[in-house]
């Protein structure tokens, strides 16, 4: 009496272990290429990890390098301020009429001429010097110089403040005169003379070095050289 049950007991048993199979089955199949496509996607997280790390970096560089250039065109723009070439004879005049008439002193003589421009050296160059050093190589540059000749009376206060505006203009310059003597007005106590040399650099003109090539006396100089060898 007991067969039946059992039977349906080893037919449960059996559908129970053919469902767990197909079951197994149907998730090891289905299973297989979500697993290669989460492998695929971990590898695509990895790389593209990668790719935002370099992408930090290469922001990172270009925020420094902006600022190497910031830096840089300022201090383009300062040299540029200080630099005085023929271009800039004017401005230089106008700025001290001006250091002047602030002082409260009286301008009296304001003269400025321009010296022979020279070759500058790529190195171990002294501007106040006439020449670039010996066996220097020249650059592609030349110094000009502007001779600058000032005088004006007043107190001494106000010689004070000329000298003092003077030197914060930051010009690349030597002094070449400077004398105070008194003065024979009760108003004006004190005489200042200065004689100052401004220097400044500029691009050197191919066309110059052309012409110094093209000049007679150089081609006149080449050929006696080759004459005498």
Partial sequence: MNNPPNRRNNRN???????????LLAIVF????????YFDLQRDAVEMNGLEIK????????????????????????????????????????TLI????????RLRRLEISMNDKRPWAVENDDARNDTIPLYGVESPFVLHSLVVELQADGSLAGIRTILRN??????LMTTKNATLTP????????????RLVLF?????????????EADPANIATRNDSTTSR
């Fill in 183 to 194: 003065a024979s007005t009760r108003e004006s106590p004190m005489n200042l003379e200065l």
């Fill in 55 to 94: 992408l930090n970096e290469a922001r990172s560089r270009q925020i420094m390098l902006d600022r190497v250039e910031q830096k840089l065109d300022s201090q383009l723009e300062e040299f540029v301020k200080i630099n005085t070439v023929p271009d800039r004879v004017e401005l230089i005049r106008e």
């Fill in 200 to 212: 400044g650099l500029a691009p050197a003109d191919p066309l110059d070095q052309e012409g110094d």
């Fill in 166 to 171: 003077v030197g914060n203009q930051g010009w």
């Fill in 98 to 105: 001006e250091i002047v008439r602030k002082s409260g002193t």
């Fill in 30 to 37: 289905l299973a297989v290429p979500w697993v290669d496509e």
């Fill in 13 to 23: 048993r059996a559908t129970g272990a053919i469902v767990a199979s197909v079951s």
